[in-house]
């Protein structure tokens, strides 16, 4: 696999706009990552195969940019009491083994298939999971959002709650107590999904939300902390089959470790259910822009024939949706944040804990 990572995998070339596109694409995902918790890989991932770099190079060199900005994350969002500590180690312990798995499927694909065939798969993993977990809680924010505002416990999570299966654990911060067989299937597909795409917080939050029952904040703010554990562990095994394009981490993280820090300031201004909206709307246009790639990659792949033009129409198309996915997820938060500042008293958001955030930039 070692040779194969060498040979049949090639870092593209860095020019200044290259330079820029890729700060600023870290930099929006690390405000998103900081807002919804989920690690901004579903902008970071798409973003980087934008330019044409390889999707196991996008994968890998992503997760390895993740654990120190999501630790940050983290630790700022701790700060503000919204991580359940102990529901984060739980679900990182079955994730870690989710993130080993993951990344064998990606090795027996790339040696299959190589490189077409790895772009194809991420690709299209992208638009089923975007597209099915997007359309989901953008509905289910859509319904919060015109009822009375407040965040109901899910159906699933109290029938689950309800099941006598030891052992039981008691998660004190998200004051829920539920079987540990029940995290486990959550944490694993978490891990599995962020070793294979780099978007484990798209089982990793609704896995929370709706299958053990923590609200949106909890939910977003304790995968970071999952996020940083199973980040870590991937990044060293990407790592030692020479995956990891250091440059894009590099670059992707100093933008990141920025915005993650003003997406998490974010959550304290805004409504939870505008964490829904913002990740259900990015999900939904993302997933557009990754449909738009597929042609290519079933071309390279001989599955089907498309004309040149067609693919190099559909790429700039797919380039161009990208860039709006960026811009509308960072004018929501943005937005968001704005006008929640505008409608809180000075005094009730504490304005001490925002000035100290700033203060660590």
């Known amino acids: 696999m070692h040779d194969l990572a060498l040979e049949g995998i090639k870092f593209i070339d860095l020019t200044w706009t290259n330079v820029a596109f890729l700060f600023a694409v870290g930099f929006i995902g690390g405000l998103v990552s900081g807002f919804i918790g989920s690690g901004g890989a579903f902008v970071l991932t798409p973003g980087m195969m934008s330019l044409g770099v390889p999707a196991a190079v996008a994968v890998a060199s992503n997760m390895c940019h993740k654990f120190p900005k999501a630790m940050v994350g983290a630790y700022k969002r701790y700060k503000y009491g919204q991580v359940d500590l102990k529901l984060g180690l739980v679900m990182a312990a079955s994730a870690t083994v989710g993130v080993q798995a993951g990344i064998k499927v990606q090795e ?164 939870e259910h505008m964490i829904k909206i913002v990740m259900g709307t990015i999900m939904i246009i993302v997933a557009v822009s990754r449909a738009l790639a597929v042609p290519k990659y079933l071309d390279q792949l001989g599955l089907m024939a498309f004309s040149k033009s067609s693919v190099a129409i559909l790429d700039v198309a797919s380039f161009i949706i990208m860039c709006i996915a960026l811009g509308v997820g960072a004018a929501i938060i943005l937005g968001a944040m704005w006008k929640g500042r505008k409608a809180t008293p000075e005094d009730a958001y504490a304005p001490s804990v925002v000035q100290e955030s700033f203060e660590h930039v």
């Open 108 to 271: 027996l694909i790339l040696a299959k298939w190589g490189e077409a065939g790895s772009n194809l798969y991420v690709s299209l993993s992208f638009v089923a999971v975007l597209v099915i977990v997007g359309g989901y809680v953008f509905y289910d924010a859509w319904k919060i959002s015109t009822s009375d505002g407040e965040e109901k416990p899910p159906s699933l999570a109290l029938k689950l709650q309800q099941i006598n299966l030891p052992p039981m654990i008691y998660f004190k911060t998200a004051n829920i107590r539920i079987s540990l067989w029940v995290t486990i299937p959550v944490g694993f597909a978490t891990g599995m999904l962020a070793a294979t795409i780099a978007v484990g917080g798209f089982v990793g939050v609704p896995g929370m939300m709706y299958v053990i029952g923590a609200t949106g904040l909890i939910s977003s703010a304790t995968e970071l902390v999952i996020a940083f554990l199973m980040g870590l562990g991937g990044s060293i095994k990407w790592a030692i089959h020479g995956m990891v394009d250091i440059r894009l981490t590099l670059i992707i993280l100093a933008g990141s470790l920025l915005g993650v820090q003003l997406g998490a300031i974010g959550t304290t201004l805004v409504k």
